[in-house]
């Protein structure tokens, strides 16, 4: 107990500061909601000097081909080539679909408007290919000083302006290709790979060691019909110079695309990434060749973390089963460089974290049961929520988290747990009177109670303008590479009124989960 008259003028005026301070509620309690920043992703087992440098035009054109034979070049053993494709496929997967991986490289849309685009020829690796467009979007847009893109590349994000483009999209997939890799590897320590078929040439032997590899990886002896050279080097700069010396050969060829997951899960290691994993049995790639979220989590982030929320949880929330799952952890990765939305989230078979939402760049990888693309905006701005948005979202998952229906109505026995979650104490009566009604509560004067309590607006949607121009790219064929143009609106009004879309739209109630009071337009372009 302060005794006040023992205090000279300036202690009691300070006093009566921390006083006020400790008593005035939504203050404090705002303090307690405010989403904490994640720091900038850091690398201690990397060496300081090896950082991934701003890509300068077409640094390696004139030496592109095979890989040179230089020192620290060599072969896996089959032990290990084994035990790789094990992690890849699993023990008994279907020949079709390991045939999906053996026949697909990377190359270029040859669609006007979408040649900055990759084109995925065959069905199956769009969880690897979204992630590596999206980071060529994010060198073609935010690279230039003041991350502003020109006038042309915002009216034509994907489209080519001639020669000089052409000439330097070997070096632009090597830098994002170079992205991944950097992200992934713990140590300063870079494995590029270049998976062979063990017979090479044109004559019938070779042929039909070729077109049986599927059949052989399948059965589990793939390493009999796979070879893997090996390029070791000690700094990511010299990682992506020779990736771009093979963006026009080996990496276009049909064994591009495993040829680079190979070098990403060498580079990390197969224990690791094993390590990363709620279940390590669970393949990399699954039934239909479909990508597994831990190999998209892998390509975005460089862990191969089987979730999307945001941390570290125990199953069921019970420490006790010892059981954790492990999502996006900003301890470890910072913020994502590029964010992921999920068709799931509206079926609430998921929920996408916040890191992922709100990525460092505008952004997002786009999940479905059956496939993957992306979407982006122009503008660097339209990555991040306002922190008064934020606030209004974790107000509404913890409503959503205790709600008994689709958000909509909560019961007053879980009044208690929801105002604990936002930090909110000593007002559980006021609330109850304020808010229940026959022993429910409904999200709308929920929200509009809780947002009270700390100072955020109805409706924030956080962004510079209330309409955002994203495009949304798919570059697979057939149909054939698109790139559509997606128009959100966002408003307060409520989202089931403002879809923009037909009833049921999945793609639409995809964006809500990041713009929940949005009409969206889309047009083909």
Not at 212 to 235: F, H, M, W
Request: charged share 25%.
């Amino acid at each position: 107990m302060m005794d006040v008259s023992q205090m000279s003028e300036e202690e009691q005026l300070q006093a009566a500061m921390r006083l006020s301070l400790e008593v005035s509620g939504p203050a404090s309690e705002t303090a307690k909601l405010r989403p904490s920043q994640p720091k900038p992703r850091s690398f201690a087992g990397k060496d300081p000097q090896d950082v991934l440098p701003a890509l300068l035009p077409a640094t390696a054109k004139k030496k592109r081909g095979e890989p040179r034979a230089e020192a620290g070049e060599a072969q896996l053993e089959e032990a290990e080539v084994a035990d790789l494709l094990q992690l890849l496929f699993g023990d008994s997967p279907e020949a079709s679909d390991v045939e999906r991986w053996l026949n697909i490289g990377f190359n270029w849309s040859q669609r006007a408007g979408t040649e900055w685009g990759l084109w995925q020829k065959r069905g199956g690796p769009c969880g690897v290919f979204a992630p590596v467009q999206a980071f060529i979007v994010k060198q073609l847009l935010f690279s230039s000083e003041g991350d502003v893109p020109d006038t042309r590349r915002k009216e034509q994000p994907l489209g080519s302006a001639g020669a000089d483009d052409e000439d330097t999209r070997a070096a632009v997939l090597a830098h994002a290709l170079a992205c991944v890799l950097f992200h992934s590897t713990p140590s300063s320590s870079y494995i590029i790979c270049q998976v062979r078929p063990s017979a090479e040439g044109d004559g019938p032997e070779a042929q039909a060691v070729q077109a049986a590899a599927p059949a052989v990886v399948a059965a589990g002896d793939g390493a009999s019909a796979l070879t893997v050279v090996a390029r070791r080097t000690p700094r990511v700069a010299e990682a992506r110079q020779l990736l771009e010396e093979g963006a026009d050969s080996w990496l276009a060829g049909s064994l591009g695309v495993v040829s680079f997951l190979f070098s990403v899960l060498i580079s990390r290691t197969a224990s690791t990434v094993r390590e990363d994993m709620d279940d390590p049995s669970t393949p990399l790639i699954g039934r239909f060749g479909h990508c597994s979220q831990e190999l998209v989590n892998l390509m975005l982030i460089g862990e191969a973390t089987s979730n999307v929320f945001d941390g570290t949880r125990w199953l069921g929330d019970d420490p006790s089963t010892g059981f954790r799952l492990r999502g996006v952890d900003s301890e470890h990765v910072g913020v994502p460089q590029v964010g992921f939305l999920s068709e799931m989230e509206p079926m609430r078979y998921l929920k996408v974290g916040m890191l992922y939402k709100n990525p460092d760049f505008p952004l997002w990888v786009l999940g479905s049961p059956t496939h993957y693309t992306m979407i982006f905006s122009t503008r660097r701005e339209d990555a991040q929520l306002s922190e008064e948005a934020q606030l209004e979202h974790q107000i509404k998952q913890v409503f959503v988290d205790n709600s008994i229906d689709e958000g909509g109505l909560a019961m007053s026995t879980s009044l208690s747990k929801m105002l604990e979650a936002l930090g909110i104490e000593g007002k559980h009566l006021e609330a109850q009177q304020d808010m229940v009604r026959e022993e429910v509560i409904l999200w709308e004067d929920f929200r509009r109670w809780v947002s009270r309590q700390f100072n955020v607006t109805s409706g924030a949607d956080g962004a510079a303008s209330n309409k955002i121009q994203l495009f949304l790219y798919d570059g697979q064929d057939p149909p054939g590479p698109s790139l559509k143009s997606v128009r959100v609106e966002l408003s307060d009004i409520d989202p089931a009124l403002a879809s923009g879309g037909s009833e049921g739209d999945a793609f639409v109630a995809t964006l809500h989960t990041r713009w929940p009071n949005a009409a969206v337009l889309v047009e083909n372009r």
